[in-house]
């Protein structure tokens, strides 16, 4: 299985500042033969199922705001929030899907300092 | 307008049988390529995917979990059904119901919690 980790855990920005999520996978998800990173993110509010919000390491969902960007090749990636708003807070999980089984990252929670 | 919901117990005693159901609305379960699963997440903690079906009756399972589960569809009733044997406490979880798209998740149920305590 590939292995998706994330940096950091947590953390604590000012509304209108920037946040950045890191993620990594134990190796490759780029698919030489489309030349695509097969790489999600998701977004979940508490109480709520995750929603993805970047899917190929780089495309935003319709309807994401577009604060919200993806980054990143091969093994790692960065999910920007370019200014935080009250309602980014989350847990935001990376998920790839290269190979089977598709794996998750263990979670970065985003809150208001 | 699609919609996925999960239906099932939300107690089980330990070695017990869950099965879980998934009622489908806005698109065909027969279609080629389109594929439903589940994904389940323990309070607190991160998502973990278990299986997945495909309109042509393709199964896919987590290796994990692959002895343990079993995903089947009643494309006549618009649903699919989960199970997984010898429940444990710590296959306590919110498990979701998923639609497949290029290999993310875009559509998602809004969850059942499944409790394993005797």
């Known amino acids: 299985d590939i292995v998706m980790t994330q940096s950091p855990d947590s953390l604590a920005v000012s509304l209108g500042e920037r946040a950045t999520i890191n993620c990594k996978s134990s190796?490759?998800?780029?698919?030489?033969?489309?030349?695509?990173?097969?790489l999600a993110w998701y977004q979940q509010k508490p109480g709520q199922p995750p929603k993805v919000i970047i899917y190929w390491a780089s495309t935003r969902e319709s309807g994401v705001p577009d604060r919200f960007s993806g980054s990143g090749s091969g093994t790692d990636f960065t999910l920007t929030i370019s200014s935080l708003q009250a309602e980014d807070v989350a847990v935001y999980y990376c998920?790839?899907?290269?190979?089977?089984?598709?794996?998750f990252g263990p979670g970065t929670k985003v809150e208001i300092k | 307008q699609i919609t996925l919901k999960e239906s099932g117990p939300t107690l089980v005693k330990p070695t017990q049988t869950l099965t879980l159901t998934c009622t489908i609305s806005g698109f065909s379960l027969s279609t080629s390529g389109v594929a439903v699963g589940w994904i389940r997440q323990p309070p607190g903690k991160a998502l973990e995917w278990l299986a997945l079906i495909y309109g042509n009756d393709d199964k896919r399972y987590s290796p994990s979990l692959k002895s343990r589960l079993t995903i089947t569809k009643d494309t006549s009733k618009n649903q699919v059904v989960l199970t997984l044997t010898n429940m444990d406490p710590v296959d306590t979880a919110t498990y979701y119901c998923v639609k497949k798209r290029h290999g993310d998740y875009n559509y998602w149920g809004q969850g059942t919690l499944v409790t394993v305590s005797s």
């Open positions: 190796q490759s998800v780029l698919y030489s033969s489309d030349n695509r990173n097969y």
């Open positions: 998920q790839q899907y290269y190979s089977a089984p598709p794996t």
